[in-house]
């Protein structure tokens, strides 16, 4: 009997210990995320004669998630970068008169056009404050390309490359696969530009879909060769030609044609670095870093209370709780109603990134948007998208602003519903249904779709439709029959969307909270970011396990379409779902 007591206390005794270790490896690291995301950090000073390393071959987001920042820093994650952050760092290095240069690095930026627009712009302001930027790489895609081109110098190395050869966005049909193979999406949609769904219902672009991607990229492609030509001293002539001919594919074809400066190897390059700077080649190079510079936000002023709460909306929109990089109408409820119960929080600015999603959810949030705007200054920053359930969102606001590239509009509903009648007849399953009324089953997949159904979904989305205008015509005070004029799911850039309407001006972060400081009547504000998500638990736990996050690992590889279909499927409802959302994944390319 002793022996099963000690036995038994030692098991109580252990299960303790593990119990009281846990506690206090999950106090320590709540205090490092504190500590790493916290909103008050103070930038590092600088030592004399020092160059930025700018390396924007990382993964950006316009928000980083509390859980993210918590890997980083215990090195158990991917480095991130917070977008704000690295303008805040270009910016803060113009002013340091300790930093004489940039050394940028960005071969294949992991970020949109409007983020690498604005990034640009900064990095022209540090340039006009008398300062040098060279870029080295070994290969240049095109988008790290469009960046380098505002270097004074840029060299490439000799067995390198680069991609200059203008824009193109291709789309994958699957009406064969489906008819193939018996796996169909059965599809009801309203707007005639509403061509997410068009690959399901045909095997080849549709006239009207084509000449909405090429206004895209005839508009992105113009302001990219705006930049370049400014930059490299060429004419539109001369960029169309070598990107006709591929003429800059090799380095010294680059070279010839003025795309860059020199083909040499990266040590030759830091000692051309150490030449600007005003040192021998012996001599160790100083650097500094975007950390180092901006701190977290870079804009922290002691003393000063008002604050401008920035809310981040990234990410599909979807039913229910929502995250960091999903919204959700749970926790974005929540930020809200924080905003504005914080008496020092003066004025909003909501800054979104999303190609819309669940219209339930878009409009449950902008709702709450809306109520919001009635207490306080409300302004929208659009990211690099900010289409469909993210622009009803967007039309809360008392002003809107985007970038010349920022994907907006898509003004139009669809819904989906998956259906393998087809698939499992042919595999030997067939189904059979008892009802006590004529709808009582609503939908199943192994069924095809009965005209009453349809029509009730047709229904639904003429209101969601109708709906969706209304808010637009309120926000932009329009007509419908303006709204409509722009709307039936057609996809803009920012550059189109302000000729139409859409919103109130050009530009980025800054403008936005300029306007947001003018409306609230402020001087000077120190920001406050908003959802708050602190690691929970389980967060800890999956940081600890070598398979605690490989799901994510995986998803983070799919193509962006697989991953936002997926996403979605994690949602679970008996109903269609009825989406604002981007009329097509396309990878401008």
């Not at 215990?74 to 930093?99: C, H, P, T, W």
């Not at 999303?354 to 409009?363: E, K, N």
């Not at 989906?416 to 009802?435: D, H, L, Y």
């Amino acid at each position: 009997m002793n022996f099963f007591k000690s036995f038994l206390a030692s098991i109580l005794g252990t299960v303790v210990a593990f119990i009281f270790i846990g506690i206090l490896m999950m106090m320590s690291l709540a205090g490092i995320a504190t500590a790493v995301s916290s909103e008050d950090a103070v930038p590092q000073e600088t030592k004399e004669n020092s160059v930025l390393e700018l390396d924007l071959d990382i993964q950006m987001y316009d928000n980083v998630g509390a859980t993210q920042e918590l890997e980083e820093a215990l090195g158990l994650g991917q480095e991130v970068l917070k977008f704000y952050d690295v303008v805040s760092a270009i910016r803060k290095a113009a002013a340091d008169d300790n930093v004489k240069g940039i050394d940028l690095k960005c071969q294949f930026p992991i970020m949109g056009w409007s983020q690498a627009q604005t990034i640009r712009k900064a990095l022209e302001e540090f340039k006009a404050a008398g300062k040098f930027i060279y870029s080295y790489g070994d290969y240049y895609g095109q988008k790290g390309y469009y960046l380098a081109s505002v270097s004074d110098s840029i060299f490439v190395h000799p067995m390198g490359g680069m991609d200059f050869k203008g824009l193109a966005a291709e789309v994958l049909y699957y009406k064969d696969f489906q008819e193939k193979y018996g796996f169909k999406m059965e599809v009801v949609r309203h707007g005639k530009y509403k061509s997410a769904v068009e690959p399901y219902l045909e095997n080849e672009m549709s006239e009207s879909n084509r000449t909405q991607i090429t206004a895209l990229l005839e508009s992105v492609w113009g302001q990219v060769s705006k930049a370049i030509q400014s930059s490299r001293n060429l004419s539109e002539a001369a960029l169309d030609e070598i990107a006709n001919e591929l003429s800059a594919s090799l380095p010294e074809g680059a070279k010839a044609v003025n795309l860059i400066d020199g083909v040499i190897y990266e040590s030759d390059y830091k000692n051309k670095l150490r030449a600007a700077v005003g040192i021998e080649e012996d001599d160790k190079l100083r650097t500094t870093s975007i950390k180092q510079l901006s701190g977290n936000n870079g804009l922290y002023k002691k003393g000063v209370r008002e604050r401008i709460a920035v809310i981040y909306a990234q990410g599909p929109v979807l039913y229910g709780e929502g995250s960091e990089n999903i919204i959700g109408q749970e926790l974005f409820l929540e930020a809200i109603d924080d905003a504005v119960k914080n008496k020092r929080v003066k004025a909003i600015v909501l800054r979104i990134d999303s190609p819309g999603g669940s219209a339930l959810s878009s409009d449950i949030i902008w709702n709450a948007l809306k109520k919001a705007k009635e207490e306080k200054p409300l302004v929208v920053s659009m990211g690099n998208v900010a289409a469909s359930g993210g622009y009803y969102l967007a039309v809360a606001g008392d002003e809107i602003y985007a970038t010349d590239m920022t994907i907006t509009g898509s003004i139009g509903v669809f819904a989906t519903v998956p259906n393998v009648k087809q698939f499992s007849e042919s595999i030997g399953i067939n189904a059979s249904t008892v009802e006590t009324h004529n709808n009582a089953l609503g939908y199943s997949i192994f069924q095809a779709p009965e005209g009453h159904f349809r029509a009730t979904i047709k229904e639904g989305i003429e209101h969601v439709y109708e709906t969706f205008k209304q808010r637009v015509a309120e926000g932009r005070n329009m007509t419908l029959e303006e709204v409509e004029a722009v709307a039936q799911g057609r996809v803009w850039t920012g550059e189109q969307a302000l000729q139409n309407g859409l919103i109130d001006g050009l530009g980025g972060m800054d403008e936005a909270l300029a306007a947001a400081a003018r409306m609230a009547e402020l001087e000077e504000y120190n920001l406050i970011s908003y959802p708050k998500i602190e690691p929970e638990f389980e967060d800890f736990i999956s940081l600890m396990g070598p398979f605690g996050t490989i799901d994510q690992v995986l998803l983070d590889h799919y193509p962006e379409e697989i991953r936002t279909f997926l996403t979605t499927l994690k949602v679970e409802t008996n109903r269609p779902n009825v989406e604002l959302r981007l009329p097509y994944t396309v990878e401008i390319k």
